[in-house]
Structures are given as C-alpha cells and as structure tokens.
C-alpha cells in the first residue's frame, strides 16, 4: 500500500521561504510521476507543480513559477518543494499525489492521480 507523508509547512511571513517534503513508503518510488497540490479554505484544489519519474520534465502552475521548484531524490524516496517569495495568496494544505501508474506523464488534474497524503498546512502572513 503506497503511504505519502508530507511535512515542512509552516507559517512564514511574505516573501519568505519553505520548503515541504513528501516521503513515500511502500512502493518503488523511483518509478512514479509526482505531483503538489494546495487546496485553500472554501476553494477546490489545485494544482502546482508536477515532475517526472527521473526529473526529466517539470511543469508549474503559473501562479508559482519563477517562485516554487519541485525536485525529488529517487534514493531517499522524497519528493520536494522549494517556495520562495512566498504571499498570502499561497496560504493552502499542500498536498503530495502519485498516480497508480509508473513511468507515467506529466498530469495537472487531481483525478489523475490516487494516491494522497493527508496534508501539511502553510500559513503565510501579510
């Protein structure tokens, strides 16, 4: 059974940085396109950057590009999220997701992916 696990989020003021982290247990981590999302109060969730089994392709949403950097360390089974320059408007639960299928493409849409953690809460003051 695949167990995502997030952590690093925080509260930060504007204009500040975090960097979240998703670790991955029972499953080959190596072989799977991974995805962050962020779901804000009263909102549906959305999408925010996606990268590819061997960190060949990156995709960002482009509220965050130019200021979030997703990377993964296949050896440590670990999934990453720079955030610089952080705003209010980044205040979310940020969420790690893989899909059921290896070696797959780039996906920007939740119901592509079936695998979930349960969330680390970033808090960005004004």
């Known amino acids: 059974q695949v167990q995502l696990v997030e952590s690093g989020g925080g509260l930060v003021q504007a204009g500040g940085s975090l960097k979240l982290s998703c670790k991955m247990s029972?499953?080959?981590?190596?072989?799977?396109?991974m995805g962050w999302f962020r779901q804000a109060p009263g909102k549906e969730r959305e999408f925010v950057a996606a990268i590819t089994y061997i960190s060949a392709l990156t995709k960002y949403a482009d509220s965050v590009k130019g200021r979030f950097t997703i990377s993964r360390d296949n050896h440590k089974k670990t999934l990453y999220l720079q955030m610089n320059s952080l705003q209010p408007t980044d205040t979310a639960v940020y969420y790690c997701a893989a899909p059921v299928q290896t070696y797959g493409s780039i996906h920007t849409s939740p119901q592509s992916y079936n695998y979930w953690g349960r969330g680390t809460q970033v808090t960005v003051s004004s």
């Open positions: 029972g499953r080959d981590f190596s072989q799977y396109m």
